[in-house]
């Protein structure tokens, strides 16, 4: 038990209240993990807490105080009164109970007056065990810890009651599946099935943080299948349940969900350590592996003979993740660099077909821009081929192209790549002012720097010449 847990819990006794560390904190230390989460329930009012936590730490703040949560921060000092180590981070919340009003977003938060009763609100058995401060009592009134040793998820109370108050619990055994690998039990699993349209209620910023989680944990897959197949994911994600496309009688092709999922597994596998290009987890590696091809439902097409076609499916689907993420308030980088790299996952097929030229391995680069190394897993991870021959032959192919731009960075600023004048000597060049035929004279002097690499500047300045002298005719 962290110090810092007990000495809070004799300041909250020596003020005549209740205080118990509660939740995740008591589950991880039964499943062996450290917390950096320390979340504490207590029967003292929000003011009340926030007086004791005002002259326990060194900063606290009252953001969640209508939720009745106040926070507060300890910095970590040494012996000789430095800093040192980690701060500890604490939040306590009166013990209450939330219900939704069937026409508002919002939870109503309702205070209790007993540890148990705040314990039968909370979303599952395995986090609704507690321990009791400062003299270390385990609680565990709805059987959490067997449940933990049977690695289920099961509701304090009736499921259907569980789920009414707080639609979003729904959501969280999807998360919980992710990230404890733990399996949702009969009762609670139907209570969802049923109830799942529920979620409708809750509000996009409370849905995206839980995704988020679930994207960003270790098995994000089995969470999504327990999206998917309770339908919970019609009403938060219904581009995905839509990918489970029948493309023929005959099922000769892949099932587009499937694939998706497989796309997001390899994609993961290839996330980085913390030094890395791309360190794991990688929210936007993760959503456009999982999205990247959401427009294929819109763009299938029969062809003569039983072929089947997705035409432009990518752009398609750019503009769908853009919406789908918008509506989810994701911020606005990461929608711009998801749909991005939706938008360019296509780019590589047809590079081992026939040798790019350097000026299409330029353009590859800039138009991926700082999305390039994301770029590359994404393009590695599409690849779920059964035949050994064409998947060694992709891999290949596009291990040419990374030595390439490789070379190309050896012999140039392939990253950052610009003309080689720039706007005000293009200007005295041309003896003109500020406007639009500036910027196209850039743009052109771009082009041939893409197309013949670094020119210098008396070519660049003699084939800007040229173009000026073209427009005068």
Known sequence: MAPAAVELGEIFAAAGHELSLVGGPVRDAFLGRTSADLDFATSATPDETERLLARWGDAHWDIGKEFGTIGARRYARDTDGGTAGDDVVVEVTTYRSDTYDPESRKPVVAFGD???GDLSRRDFTVNAMAVRLPDL??????????DLAAQVLRTPIEPERSFDDDPLRMLRAARFAAQLGFTVEPATRAAIDEMAGRLE????????????????????????????????AD????????????????HRHKDVYEHSLIVLDQAIAQETGPDGAVPAPDLVLRLAALLHDIGKPAT??????????????????????????????????????????VELHLRFHGYGDGAWTDSAVRRYVTDAGPLLERLHRLTRADCTTRNRRKAKRLAD??????????RLREQEEIDSIRPDL??????????VGPGPVVGQAYQHLLGLR???????EERATAELQSWWESRQD
């Open 137 to 146: 009592t385990f609680v565990d009134p709805f059987g959490g810890l067997s």
């Open 300 to 341: 299938r097409r029969f062809e003569p003979g039983g072929g089947v076609s997705f035409h432009h499916h990518e752009v398609v689907g750019a503009k769908l993740t853009a919406k789908r993420l918008r509506a989810l308030k994701y911020e606005k980088q990461v929608v711009k660099d998801v749909s991005r790299l």
């Open 235 to 250: 009403h938060v994600l219904p581009e995905l349940p839509a990918l489970r496309l029948e493309i023929d009688e005959h």
């Open 201 to 232: 209620i809750v509000s996009a910023e409370r849905v995206q943080a839980e995704l988020s989680k679930l994207l960003c944990s270790e098995r994000p897959r089995a969470g999504l299948e327990v999206l998917v197949d309770t339908g919970m």
């Open 450 to 456: 893409m197309e013949h690499g670094p020119l210098g």
């Open 114 to 116: 007993t540890l148990d």
């Open 422 to 431: 720039d706007g005000t000597q293009i200007m005295a060049i041309l003896g």
């Open 397 to 406: 192919a596009y291990t040419d192209l990374e030595e390439r731009i490789s």
